[in-house]
């Protein structure tokens, strides 16, 4: 049973590209959590998706950043027009559908880096 | 959302000693606070969790306790050892969702 998946592992940008980092759920998992990590803190909530459903973005940024969980596919943090304060890693987790509050699982996170 | 302050944010200790790691949350109706581990480089990793609905939770050398009036939850790590060394995480959830605010971490250092 493959965990949470991540790509890329690393990604670095220029300041004004885009980036785009995908996530996979654990097999069974149907929600989904980014979270982002600046160098040296904590763990920051951004966005808890559904599959086709975003549930809870109020901890992203309202410009530049927006995340989809389509019915098929991975998950996908999207990153327009990266300023170099976007540095950071960029974690994704999953729990399964089952009910309220669950364990959550991490992946092994984008390492973004914009030049 | 949901606050969690955590404290302290650096612990050495003795291989052998304890290790208490602290935090408090402000949402009365949290009610799942869960701990993770991250060594460097690396993806956070569950260790402990505790509901509620009990005050206190053991696993080998881990304990969690929790005390909902004071709203504050506690990590206990017994006969530290090298390999505990590692950025420990709280976090708790608000009672009207699933994702988690998490602590600003504690770097422990067990010394050999």
């Known amino acids: 049973n493959a965990g949470v998946m991540q790509n890329p592992r690393h990604l670095v940008r220029r300041r004004g590209q885009e980036a785009r980092l995908r996530c996979s759920p654990m097999k069974g998992h149907s929600h989904v959590y980014w979270y982002r990590q600046l160098p040296e803190e904590g763990l920051k909530f951004m966005v808890y998706l559904q599959k086709e459903n975003i549930i809870d973005e109020s901890g992203m940024p309202k410009e530049r950043f927006s995340a989809e969980f389509p019915k098929e596919g991975p998950s996908i943090l999207r990153i327009q027009q990266v300023v170099r304060g976007d540095s950071a890693a960029y974690f994704c987790?999953?729990?399964?559908?089952?009910?309220?509050?669950?364990?959550?699982?991490f992946g092994p996170g984008t390492r973004l880096l914009v030049l | 959302g949901e606050n969690v302050e955590q404290h302290p944010s650096t612990l050495s200790v003795q291989e052998g000693d304890s290790a208490v790691i602290k935090c408090t949350y402000s949402d009365s109706a949290s009610n799942y606070f869960p701990w993770y581990k991250q060594e460097l480089g690396k993806r956070p990793q569950l260790i402990i969790d505790i509901r509620s609905n009990v005050g206190e939770k053991k696993d080998q050398r881990i304990a969690v306790t929790l005390n909902k009036t004071a709203k504050h939850f506690s990590l206990h790590i017994t006969e530290t050892q090298p390999e505990d060394s590692a950025v420990y995480f709280c976090a708790a959830t608000p009672h009207t969702g699933n994702q988690f605010y998490f602590g600003t971490g504690t770097s422990l250092t067990v010394i050999p």
């Open positions: 987790a999953s729990s399964p559908p089952t009910g309220f509050q669950e364990t959550q699982y």
